[in-house]
């Protein structure tokens, strides 16, 4: 019931191209999903989040699907660039003082 | 603006030493405030949450622990290191009501238990 699902572990993208990461979760009270941004030896960074009552936002090139009838949110890249190689990591929580569940993160690699 | 400090950046400790991680926030208060642990590769492990003043929730049972002296202090301790403890160490903080704002994390500590 806690656990966020994150998929793949770690991703190839050409210079260009568009980055895509999944993530699922089980508990349905979960009402809050952010995305996080690291780069190696730094703490993550918010980079965009999401509540359930819309089904897209956008950020620049950074987007965020939510389907909350198959519990799954996603994260779009697109135009990936070399500087998004990172770990992304999705994170959910029960409203907006609930501790954030994390998953495991995604190694984004982007290849010039 | 807010910040958060996190101290030493690196650390290298033998086995069996004691360790003190500290953190501190500027610029807001009762923040609610985080410990995680991040082993190489792997994801990022809740290990101490605290809501205020000496009230510390432990999530992982491990021979760390965490106290939180002041407001905006939080402080990682072990007696005895273990090699399993290596890792890098992110302190965290966050409003109590975040609305869309996740939480601040600091630039961590990479403890390596030798």
């Known amino acids: 019931q806690q656990q966020v699902k994150q998929s793949p572990q770690s991703l190839i993208v050409q210079k260009g191209g568009i980055s895509i990461i999944n993530c699922a979760y089980e508990n349905t009270a979960f009402d809050y999903f952010p995305w996080y941004q690291q780069f190696p030896g730094k703490g993550p960074a918010l980079l965009i989040a999401?509540?359930?009552?819309?089904s897209e936002k956008k950020e620049g090139r950074f987007t965020i699907s939510f389907n909350k009838s198959a519990k799954q949110f996603s994260l779009h890249i697109m135009d990936s660039q070399p500087g998004d190689s990172a770990t992304y990591f999705c994170a959910a929580s029960k409203g907006s003082q609930g501790n954030l569940i994390f998953g495991k993160g995604t190694k984004l690699s982007v290849k010039p | 603006s807010q910040t958060i400090h996190q101290w030493p950046a690196t650390l290298v400790q033998p086995v069996g030493s004691p360790l003190s991680l500290e953190c501190t926030v500027e610029g807001t208060s009762n923040p609610n405030l985080y410990w995680y642990r991040q082993a190489a590769g792997r994801g990022l492990q809740l290990l101490f949450y605290s809501v205020g003043i000496g009230q510390i929730s432990s999530e992982v049972p491990q021979n760390l622990s965490a106290s939180r002296p002041q407001d905006r202090q939080f402080i990682l301790s072990s007696k005895k290191l273990l090699l399993s403890d290596s890792g890098f160490y992110l302190c965290?903080?966050?409003?109590?009501?975040?609305?869309?704002?996740?939480?601040?994390f600091g630039s961590g500590t990479r403890l390596t238990v030798v």
């Open positions: 965290a903080w966050s409003v109590r009501d975040r609305g869309l704002n996740g939480y601040t």
């Open positions: 999401i509540r359930p009552d819309v």
